[in-house]
T-cell receptor, first 113, second 113 residues
Framework: KQEVTQIPAALSVPEGENLVLNCSFT??????LQWFRQDPGKGLTSLLL?????REQTSGRLNASLDKSSGRSTLYIAASQPGDSATYLCAAYSGGGADGLTFGKGTHLIIQP | NAGVTQTPKFQVLKTGQSMTLQCAQD?????MSWYRQDPGMGLRLIHYSVGAGITDQGEVPNGYNVSRSTTEDFPLRLLSAAPSQTSVYFC????????????FGPGTRLTVL
């Protein structure tokens, strides 16, 4: 059974810093890995999706990498802003019998103005 | 496109009551899923569907029923609500196959007294 772990559980940094969020997964046989953002009381917004054949994806100040062999993905946020404050979730899609995403528990990020 | 819509946004039930959480998508996606999100547990898959007329169980299916009579709609039914079903419920959809991103609805916050 796939298990996804996110470290750290919470992170607080001053505005302007570059930061890295970590995600690890136990089963490397994934189809893709997706990063989401969740604001308090809101739904999930897809940020980046990395296919199993890809090494990284970029969108604006966000860059996500994937290393299947080591079971790791990172989300890099450049020049952080207070508006980046949210919970960031990673999810691995492995297919199989229970056809859905396996989520980590998230990293709660606070960017201090 | 409205994307994935869910109704209601909030609901309070008494133990033993029944209700249906509605989910609809207008992207002609084959795959639809229901997740629940609980503090400290992350998001967990309840049921999923790979197309009209086809449904299957996810990680935590007990106490929930689903049906998929059309591509657009995927309702989740609670037949006899229990306090353990107090949670936030998210519906998601994606194109067939494991390489496409999942899109989430805004969620339904359910409290069972």
């Amino acid at each position: 059974k796939q298990e996804v772990t996110q470290i750290p559980a919470a992170l607080s940094v001053p505005e302007g810093e570059n930061l890295v969020l970590n995600c690890s997964f136990t089963d490397s046989a994934i189809y893709n890995l997706q990063w989401f953002r969740q604001d308090p009381g809101k739904g999930l917004t897809s940020l980046l999706l990395i296919q199993s054949s890809q090494r990284e994806q970029t969108s604006g100040r966000l860059n996500a990498s994937l290393d299947k062999s080591s079971g790791r993905s990172t989300l890099y946020i450049a020049a952080s802003q207070p508006g980046d404050s949210a919970t960031y979730l990673c999810a691995a899609y492995s297919g199989g019998g229970a056809d859905g995403l396996t989520f980590g528990k998230g990293t709660h990020l606070i960017i201090q103005p | 496109n409205a994307g994935v819509t869910q109704t209601p946004k909030f609901q309070v039930l008494k133990t033993g009551q029944s209700m249906t959480l509605q989910c609809a998508q207008d992207m002609n996606h084959e795959y639809m899923s229901w997740y629940r999100q609980d503090p400290g547990m992350g998001l967990r898959l309840i049921h999923y569907s790979v197309g009209a007329g086809i449904t299957d169980q996810g990680e935590v299916p007990n106490g929930y029923n689903v049906s998929r009579s059309t591509t657009e709609d995927f309702p989740l039914r609670l037949l006899s609500a229990a306090p353990s079903q107090t949670s936030v419920y998210f519906c998601a959809s994606q194109n067939a196959g494991g390489y496409n991103e999942q899109f989430f609805g805004p969620g339904t916050r359910l409290t069972v007294l």
